[in-house]
Every structure is written in structure tokens, then in C-alpha cells.
């Protein structure tokens, strides 16, 4: 029976190509199209059945890459992908990349040799635009690709505002964004720029910490930020480690969480199902991202047309880290 | 060529059985022995060529059962585990079994058709040691099972005794273990049998909550008991969730930490690698034990010799929940 890759092969396309004529769905050259076109007449090719036997050629297994997966938002995000990899019959494989780009590379080779049948990544490494490729199932947290890779983040431009507006209510006289900046370009960035945006509108005293990663030292620096600036009292955390951490580092100098220093972080994640969340912080719907991530995955792999920006909202959570209001 | 599963089929045993008998490894009948011994002969098996033959043949993949991956111990766990299985050249697939039984018997399944070489589990469902084999390689964490299943372990005995050692030492004067107790036989019994041996020795005045799990409101539970024995001053919680919660509740109900009731943790593992730890508690030794397990497991796979019960040391990690000494 004639298959996708038979088709693809006969073109001189790649699978995801053939997809996209296919479900007529994401951008795709003209002379490219008819020669796909070209190539499933001279087979004789049937979608269906070769949707079909596509389908029994797969590991059904999904790798999912993750900076580490010691960390509460990844084991979360973790958790839930693996739950909702499984309800469609997906084993869930794991791989640290932790600093490691040949252990990521390799992930990708093993999705073009169809050892994996798809890729969720959470990447921040440097060079590995060159290796991803859009005729491939990735999709892609956080972080774009030059490459039209599927990707599903959340609302973090609107984090960083509604963390400003929270700060700035609550009585604080002069906030700050503590956080990390990385070289790759990814959508965590933008919990900043949310930030930045909304206290220049209201042309309030604010102060931006964005220390080039990798930060070996965050207390040390945290320490440092309220030597040189003993007047903030509001600061909104990149993320809730960064939470943590400024709360200790506070808490260590003698100073009052919220009464002297309100912190919001960002993440909302508790490091286990059965506890609560102490501090305040910006939630991202992690269920929800990995929902959002299996079926774009599926869609990619199916063949099923599907979107390609997946922008989730965020919601605020008042915990005992600031006023009440 | 002649490999490992044809002796096993031509003697009527398991694999495990003809790794043992070729490794002098564990016990195996005298009458098991003499038919696996003829089955060699007969084939005209040679050990050498088919450990490569049979290596050849596999996934080189390994699956990790954990109740949850969102919680700090089975995510750190984790991340060491994949470290150490990856430098073997192993993939690691996850698997969140929670309550689901079934779930786990398909990964012993798959272990049975070799579509995955090994496994390493770290589970408390009931029921489960009539599917697993000593024949297959599988190393468990923290749980006997009824047949020889390899394990690794922390010392949880000494983890107990010596929790109570450094609260009585600490000016406490009346203790207490907080925790819970499973209907399946595990190493984390023996924290609070370790703790209690010790009250015991010294006559020290001390309470034990052990509730029978699933335990729905730890929190509610905790402020039971406390408003029950308002007395107790110094707390063993089974483990670092159990720590915290009590922590938050203690504060919640006013009482401070540690001037008022001292509380030390187990297993002393940080949200993510980059935090410290802020709460006293005894350590277990994460890396050591995955590197451990992975010893062993590869020990199994290739058919070489190795321990049954690897018990690891643990030590007291003194925080801001304990007094000074």
C-alpha cells in the first residue's frame, strides 16, 4: 500500500509538506503544491488508508524535552502531558537537555527517522534553530522558532501587566521586575515587557533587574538589587523560583513579606497536588498548555489542520506575598 | 544464532532464572539448575555472543513508574535517573501511575515482550506483586515485593531515629510523627518505627497521627491534632510535603516556627536545583540512589551479578524549623 512517505519521497517534499497540501493548511510554494499533486496521482494515493497504515508504522511514543525536570512547572506541565499523552494511546518518553544541545539534536534525529512519533519541547538552547524543521511534529512551549513550529505559551505580555496593576493598587511606591533575560528569543520575555509597558503608562517609579543568563548567583544578586535599591517595596519575580528566592533573601535581611516588600511571582504552581499556593503569583493554566499541546500534536501528526500561535490567559493569584486590597 | 530467550524456552524458565544460573547469582532449585544447564548444551549456547545478539535487540529504553511526577522528590528522582540511564545510553519514559493499577501493568507487560529493556518503580499500589517477576528487570524504590525484586532504598529506620535524636537534643519536650500509613509494605513505614523505637528507648513523652491513606485534608488532619495536643512542641512529619503543610499551619493558627513547635522533614529536596533548602529534614541521598538503581538495573540487563537490598545512608539537614543546638 502506497503511504505519506511514499508520496513525499516521489515529490522530493517532506511529510509535513505533503500535510499541508493535503489539509490545505499552512503556506506551501505553488510548484511545490504540483508536485505533490503530481505525485499522489502517479501513485494513486488514498488519504484514508494511508492515514491508516501511517498510523500502525508509529512507536506511539512522544518525547517531551525539558530544561529539567526537577523544577515545579516542568514536572507539572510534565504530569499533565504525560496524562493527556496517555488518554490517546502515547507513551511519554523524557529527556533533561539541561545545557546539553547534542542531547536535544538527537531527539530531533530520532523524530526524522520516525523512532518518535512527535516532540514537545521546552527549549532554550542556542543553535537549535537550524535543526527544527516545520515538516516535523514539534510543538514548541514558550519559545519560537525562525521555522513555522506550532507553539502554546502563556498570555505572559498580560502577566506582567496585571502583575504592575496588582503591585501599583496594593499601595507599593516604587516596583521592580526581577528576572533573568536569555539570548534565545522566548515568550517569557514578555512578562517583562508586560510589566515595563503598563508602569510607563502610568509613569510610575519602577526599576528592571534583567541579569544575562545563566545567573549562578540569584540570592547574591537579589541581595545586591535591594542594597542599591532600599526603596522598592513591590517587585514582581520572572517566576515563582525567583519568587522564592527574593522571599527568603527578604526575609534573611529582616525584612516583612508583604508589609515592607510585596512580591508577585509567576508560574503558580505548588511543588506537589496535594498542597496549596502560599504566595502571590501570576498562574499560567498548565492543564490546560498541555491539553492544548496534545491535540495540536495529534493534529500535526494526523494530518489534521490546526493552529499554529496557541496563546493561553493567565489569571492573578492573591496569596500571603501581598496586601490585601 | 542461539540466544538467552531460546535457552529459557528450551529449559521452560524464565530469562531471569538462566541469568542467574550463568551468574551464580541468587537461588535457583537444583532441578531448575540441571535444566537450564542441559538447555545450553543442547543449543550449544554461548554466553558471550548472546549478550551482544540480545543487547542488539533492544529498545534501549527504560521505564520509570512514579505515583506523580509533580512532586519535588519523584521530579528530582527523575532527573537523575534520566541523567544517569542517558550516559548508559538509555532512554527513560515516564510513567504517572497514579491509582491506576492497570497502567502499571501494561509497563510490566511491555517488559514481558521486551518492548522496553528495564524498569524502575517507585509505586504503592495494591495488588501489584502478583504481576511482577524477580525474572524481569526491574528495580524497585522504597517497596519490597514478594518475589526478589532488586531495591533501592534510604535508611529510613536511622531517618527516624535520628529525628527524634535532634528534637529531644533541641529542648523539645514532648514529640510527635505525623504522617501516614499505606496498606502496602514499604520502606517509609519504618521512618515512624525508627522515630518510635527511639522515644521509646529514652521514655520520652511523644505522640504518633498516622493516618490510613489516601489522606484527603492533610491540613485539616494537622490542625486536629494540634488542637488535641496542644502540648506537643517538636514534629517528625514523614516527609517534606507533609513539613510544609504542617508549617503553613502552624503559622496560620499563630504559632511560630521553630519557637513554639520545631519540625523536621524527610527526604531534603529542594524545588529546583538552583534553591536551598530552608526547612530542617533528613536527606535522602536522590543522586546516589539513582545512580544506584541504575547500577543495578544494568546489572540485571546484562546479566551480571549485583546486590538485592541496597539500603543508602541518610543525614540531618539542620534549617529554620529546628532551634540552634
Known sequence: MVNMKDVAREAGVGLGTVSRVLNKNGPVKEATRLKVERAIETLKYKPNEVARNFKMQQSQSVALIVPTIWHPFFSNF????????????????LCNSQSDVDKEINYISMLEKNKIDGLVAITYSYDLDQYI???LPIVSIDRHFTEDVVYVTSDNESGGRIAADELMKRGCKEIAFLGSLSSIKNESMRR????ENEVKKHNFPHRILELEEPVHDIAGSVRQFFEEYPEVDGVFAMNDKWARIIIEELKAKGKKVPEDVQVIGYDGVTPSKEEELTFSTIKQPVPLMAEKATQALMQ?????????????PVEFFAGNSTKKY
Not at 510534565?78 to 518518553?93: P, R, V
Not at 500535526?300 to 493561553?312: F, H, T
Open 192 to 195: 517583562r515587557q508586560g510589566f
Open 133 to 135: 524543521s516545520s515538516d
Open 300 to 312: 500535526i501528526i494526523q494530518d489534521e489542520p490546526g493552529e499554529e500561535k496557541i496563546i493561553l
Open 78 to 93: 510534565a504530569y499533565h502531558l504525560e496524562k493527556k499523552l496517555s488518554e490517546n494511546g502515547y507513551k511519554m518518553i
